[in-house]
Nanobody, 123 residues
Framework: QVQLVESGGGLVQAGGSLRLSCTASGRTFSSYDMGWFRQAPGEEREFVAAIYKIGVIKNYADSVKGRFTISRDNAKNTVYLQMNNLKPEDTALYYC????????????????WGQGTQVTVSS
């Protein structure tokens, strides 16, 4: 069992930056691929970024490429999402998730989810 706790969300003006963190319980963090997803009101949950177990391979949604960076520190059981040049359309509840296998962009492949942290970008 893995428990995930996100933090770092908040209110920021367009063009600003935030860094989200997600800390996992347990001693097997490095055996999981980690992903960030987001869900805006009335919208489906969408993939944002993923990072594989040892952090070499990363994937991003086209909408965030060049602006967001995913990273992980396996010694701290933590995955990060650095978000720069934020836009109002980035406003959503951001979730981190963990999986052992399956497609990185597929939410159903993830076994564990955090409770989410709200990001609001004002214009």
């Amino acid at each position: 069992q893995v428990q995930l706790v996100e933090s770092g969300g908040g209110l920021v003006q367009a063009g600003g930056s935030l860094r989200l963190s997600c800390t996992a319980s347990g001693r097997t963090f490095s055996s999981y691929d980690m992903g960030w997803f987001r869900q805006a009101p009335g919208e489906e949950r969408e993939f944002v970024a993923a990072i594989y177990k040892i952090g070499v391979i990363k994937n991003y949604a086209d909408s965030v490429k060049g602006r967001f960076t995913i990273s992980r520190d396996n010694a701290k059981n933590t995955v990060y999402l650095q978000m720069n040049n934020l836009k109002p359309e980035d406003t959503a509840l951001y979730y981190c998730a963990a999986k052992r296998r399956g497609a990185y962009e597929n939410a159903t492949a993830y076994d564990y989810w955090g409770q989410g942290t709200q990001v609001t970008v004002s214009s």
